[in-house]
């Protein structure tokens, strides 16, 4: 059972709307990230956070706007999305940044953007 | 820069067959490999990690993989397949102080009966 949940597992959005995608982890952890997993393309880094600051841009668009008020939620807000932004994009967390430890995922956020 | 190649994109098995799932790293420091499993319409699982412990890593619903330096490979195997392991399989590689964890295309698994 995961400790990452994810809200709304299922979005339909057009270009002019905003919406937000949201995270929580029950674990306890201090690390959070977004990625994006689009088909036939690896896992994306878009976002990190330790300790509720931002530690990684990975050259995501100004399209995407994360927030983590506190180390157990995090939130991305979205606006003025293109379709080739329709994709999985999944919430994990990890208890620190060192290397051995795990990274948890949530069961992701399937966006489709019309 | 570390980077992890999967070779095939898709492997078919009949049940009871063994599982051979391939991945290949690459990285200048000693890595931290990891795989991952993703089930249809979830999140990533984690299968198993080599933490530079034990060479021979078990992980759980029976998969196991292998570190090998010589071969910089981290191969993932199951002796005997079973319908409920097709899933898409993530071969994984973090090295130093950082929060990068890269992830090859993945393997999607099929298994006949």
């Known amino acids: 059972e995961t400790g990452v949940t994810q809200t709304p597992r299922h979005l339909v959005m057009g270009m002019t709307n905003k919406k937000s995608l949201k995270c929580e982890q029950h674990?306890?952890?201090?690390?959070m990230y977004w990625y994006k997993q689009s088909a036939k393309k690896p896992l994306e880094l878009m976002f990190v956070y330790n300790f509720k600051e931002q530690t990684e841009n990975n050259s995501v668009p100004s399209r995407f706007s994360p927030e983590c008020p506190n180390s157990s939620h995090l939130f991305l807000h979205l606006h003025t999305l293109q379709p080739e932004d329709s994709a999985l994009y999944l919430c994990?967390?990890?208890?620190?940044?060192?290397?051995?430890?795990?990274?948890?995922f949530g069961p992701g956020t399937r966006l489709l953007v019309l | 820069a570390q980077s992890v190649t999967q070779l095939g994109s898709h492997v078919s098995v009949s049940e009871g067959a063994l599982v051979l799932l391939r991945c290949n790293y690459s990285s200048s420091v000693p890595p931290y490999l990891f795989w991952y499993v993703q089930y249809p319409n979830q999140g990533l699982q984690l299968l198993l990690k080599?933490?530079?412990?034990?060479?021979l890593v078990k992980g759980i619903n029976g998969f196991e993989a292998e570190f090998k330096k010589s071969e910089t490979s981290f191969h993932l195997t199951k002796p005997s397949a079973h319908m409920s392991d097709a899933a898409e399989y993530f071969c994984?590689?973090?090295?130093?102080?950082?929060?990068?964890?890269?992830f090859g295309t993945g393997t999607r698994l099929q298994v006949f009966p």
């Open positions: 994984a590689v973090i090295t130093g102080n950082t929060d990068k964890l890269i």
């Open positions: 080599y933490t530079s412990a034990a060479t």
């Open positions: 994990a967390s990890r208890r620190d940044r060192g290397t051995q430890e795990t990274q948890y």
């Open positions: 674990l306890g952890h201090n690390a």
